[in-house]
């Protein structure tokens, strides 16, 4: 699978600048995104096996979503 990545302005011109840096800066996104994506489904994994007996609908999770948004921006007074 590929996936494109666009660099800050800045870093691509120094990877320019000096060459050798861009295999550097690709393996660091490539480890980056590797343990990123490893947690994710980790993460995942565990809250499927958390819910699987759960009696909750989807409704219900949009629900306690959208409730839990609203007061955390209420808190943050962005409301």
């Known amino acids: ?18 060459r050798e840096l861009g295999a550097l800066v690709r393996k660091r996104i490539e480890r980056d995104i590797l ?3 490893k947690n994710d489904i980790f ?3 565990i809250f499927d096996d958390l ?3 759960s009696s909750l609908t989807e409704l219900d999770v949009d629900e306690i979503d959208h ?13």
């Open 35 to 37: 343990i990123e994506i």
């Open 43 to 45: 993460l995942s994994r």
């Open 67 to 79: 409730k839990m948004k609203r007061e955390m921006m209420e808190k943050l007074g962005w409301r």
């Open 1 to 18: 699978m590929s996936i494109e990545v666009e660099l800050p302005q800045e870093i691509e011109l120094t990877i320019r600048a000096k």
């Open 51 to 53: 819910l699987k007996d």
